[in-house]
């Protein structure tokens, strides 16, 4: 086989090296942190490479100038190692060394090692196509990727979505079911009045036919066993009542317990974030007091004037200010959870307080609370200022006097 020094020049692995950058999403995907100058170097350093590429491809020793041929190659190698620089680091300062890399050395030294054709203008057209196919195709596969993981996406908040309307149908489901219980013991009892009052009445019929009532304290006496009765079935209705008032009244406390519990959890949450805040702040001034010390038992010279003194301030001020913020959402977090807690308690303890009052108190009572628990809007939020924006300007103008000359 004749000899040929194209064929196995460390060039042909080179130049797959640096055209496999173009896959690299990091460089040419759509989540790249390039601007277009720097994707524009990116395109021509591989619009370069495919060119040389093609004509390495050829393999035509003897036209070829083996010493830029060298040249070539070590440019190459200087091309990657700025590239691979980037991926490590992401700095495009290695983007554009490697756009001068190929610029200054590797395009002289491609048109040194193989000489000019005549189709030459066909050549650059195919590569200069070749590269932009390659360049994109690893944007379209990154859109792909992106594209499928939204749709798992969604399909996880489709289920969760299910799980939730489902918990919400077995919660409708219990109360309807207890309802259900309370309203057939309700006609059980009342079915048992209509049964009992029918059988006296039989009986009562039946066991007059053959008596002479002579007697008016018989019919007396019968008038109070029939009162008794009905006292009996009225009690038994008044406990299928309470039965059913005792279970909206546990659905009802049950959803302040919740809320109360929900809102302590985020009263404590804000409240540990304004702890660090603060913490924050403070460490910020005492580290700016304790450098001036430093600096002053240390010899060295530190001038105060009113623009440290201000940054101190203003430090402080930016630390201090979410604080504020997180330090009022606990106090209203903790406000709503002692309402809640507040509401079920007297709800639960409504029944046994207003247990041993008249019937006509107890009516105005349960009158009054109807006004005050059920019908009532939501108040809006507020949105309230931090600080006291007049007396800060005060304080600036104060601050800005101090810092003129006298």
Do not use: C
């Not at 393999?59 to 060298?70: C, F």
């Not at 001034?285 to 430093?294: E, Q, T």
């Amino acid at each position: 086989m004749a000899f040929n020094p194209v064929k196995d020049h460390p060039i042909n692995d080179t130049l797959k090296r640096l055209l496999a950058f173009q896959s690299n999403v990091i460089l040419t995907g759509a989540s790249s942190d390039l601007d277009e100058r720097h994707r524009w170097y990116l395109d021509r350093i591989f619009y370069l490479a495919t060119r040389a590429a093609s004509k390495v491809k050829k393999k035509l020793s003897l036209s070829m100038n083996l010493n830029a041929l060298n040249n070539l190659n070590s440019s190459a190698d200087g091309i990657i190692a700025e590239l691979n620089n980037y991926i490590s680091n992401r700095n495009p300062g290695h983007v554009a060394g490697a756009f001068n890399q190929a610029e200054q050395g590797f395009q002289i030294y491609l048109y040194q090692a193989f000489p000019t054709t005549s189709n030459e203008g066909i050549e650059e057209g195919e590569a200069i196509i070749e590269s932009l196919r390659r360049s994109s195709a690893s944007a379209i596969n990154e859109i792909k990727s992106e594209t499928s993981k939204i749709l798992s996406d969604v399909t996880t908040l489709s289920a969760s979505v299910s799980d939730n309307l489902a918990a919400v149908a077995a919660l409708k489901t219990d109360i309807d079911s207890h309802q259900a219980l309370s309203q057939g013991e309700l006609e059980t009892i009342k079915s048992a009045y209509k049964s009992l009052a029918q059988k006296f009445e039989i009986n009562f019929q039946a066991k007059t036919v053959g008596w002479d009532i002579s007697s008016a304290e018989e019919i007396e006496r019968i008038g109070k066993s029939t009162d008794e009765l009905v006292d009996k079935i009225s009690e038994k209705e008044k406990e299928a009542r309470n039965l059913v008032q005792s279970v909206g009244e546990v659905l009802i406390t049950g959803t302040y317990q919740k809320t109360a519990a929900d809102e302590s959890k985020l009263a404590n949450t804000f409240r540990w974030i304004t702890i660090a805040l603060f913490s924050t702040g403070i460490f910020i001034v005492l580290s700016n007091y304790i450098a001036h010390l430093v600096a002053v038992f240390g010899g060295s010279v530190y001038d105060e004037t009113p623009w440290t003194i201000l940054t101190r301030f203003l430090t402080a001020l930016v630390i201090s200010l979410p604080a504020f913020y997180t330090a009022r959402e606990s106090a209203r977090h903790r406000t709503n959870a002692d309402r809640a807690r507040q509401r079920e308690l007297e709800l639960s303890t409504l029944g046994p307080f207003i247990e041993l009052l008249p019937p006509e108190t107890k009516t105005v009572i349960r009158d009054r609370l109807t006004d005050r628990y059920f019908g009532n809007s939501v108040d809006a939020h507020k949105i309230e200022s931090l600080v006291d924006t007049e007396s800060l300007g005060k304080i600036a103008e104060a601050i800005a006097r101090l810092g003129k000359p006298a």
